[in-house]
């Protein structure tokens, strides 16, 4: 089955750049959305945003002006850029999988399944 | 802060029911597909329940879900030791550009 795998520095500078990707393996990265969401310690879960197999994007409002994702086909991976972070950017960073249903204009679904296993990512100097 | 509302925490004994409740309105819950998440203790979330009721592959019927107007529920019967863990729901909003939320959370606590 489809296994999403996070890697990337677990210790990033305030007001640096954190990056991260997503490597999708078992499976293909196209025909689906691919999302990152974020818990800080102890708290809830945040969605950042998600990248579609041919490029199309969106983002949390909260995060748009420093969020950005890219995807590399050729390499079934996927990856989260997020610029000027500060001590509150501080969260176990996860990747999923979407799937994303529409009935009608006003009538939709979500749900994040696979998950991978998450990593920490700190900001401190 | 998020659109749905979810208690902090409940609790009971190994082999009783405990329920989730997850309170939303009508540009999220009242009008969109539900879904449920299990977060064990320093774990990825897992997918529990989409479409309000489905279970995915794998998932024991202990785990149910229920959408009523603008609030959906989760149940879980036989309750073990290994439910133990924070759960989430999740859904659509349709007056917020991105439209993916999350609940605030619930602990659930095995007696």
């Known amino acids: 089955q489809v296994q999403l795998q996070e890697s990337g520095p677990g210790l990033v500078k305030p007001s640096e750049t954190l990056s991260l990707t997503c490597t999708v393996s078992?499976?293909?990265?196209?025909?689906?959305?691919w999302s990152w969401i974020r818990q800080p310690p102890g708290k809830g879960l945040e969605w950042i945003g998600y990248?579609?197999?041919?490029?199309?994007?969106n983002y949390n409002p909260s995060l748009k002006s420093r969020v950005t994702i890219s995807v590399d086909t050729s390499k079934n991976q996927f990856s989260l850029k997020l610029s000027s972070v500060t001590a509150a950017d501080t969260a176990v960073y996860y990747c999923?999988?979407?799937?994303?249903?529409?009935?009608?204009?006003?009538?939709?679904?979500?749900?994040?399944?696979?998950w991978g296993q998450g990593t920490l990512v700190t900001v401190s100097s | 802060q998020s659109v749905l509302t979810q208690p902090p925490s409940v609790s009971a004994a190994p082999g009783q029911k405990v329920t989730i409740s997850c309170s939303g309105s009508?540009?999220?819950?009242?009008?969109?597909?539900v879904s449920w998440y299990q977060q064990l203790p320093g774990t990825a979330p897992k997918l529990l329940i989409y479409?309000?009721?489905k279970r995915p592959s794998g998932i024991p019927d202990r785990f149910s879900g229920s959408k009523s107007g603008t609030s959906a529920t989760l149940g879980i019967t036989g309750l073990q030791t290994g439910d133990e863990a924070d759960y989430y729901c999740?859904?659509?909003?349709?007056?917020?550009?991105?439209?993916?939320?999350f609940g605030t959370g619930t602990k659930v606590t095995v007696l």
């Open positions: 999740g859904t659509w909003d349709s007056s917020l550009s991105a439209g993916r939320v």
């Open positions: 078992g499976g293909s990265i196209s025909s689906y959305y």
């Open positions: 999923a999988r979407e799937t994303v249903v529409v009935v009608a204009a006003t009538h939709q679904g979500v749900w994040f399944d696979p």
């Open positions: 009508s540009s999220n819950i009242g009008n969109n597909y």
């Open positions: 479409e309000n009721n």
């Open positions: 990248i579609y197999y041919s490029g199309s994007t």
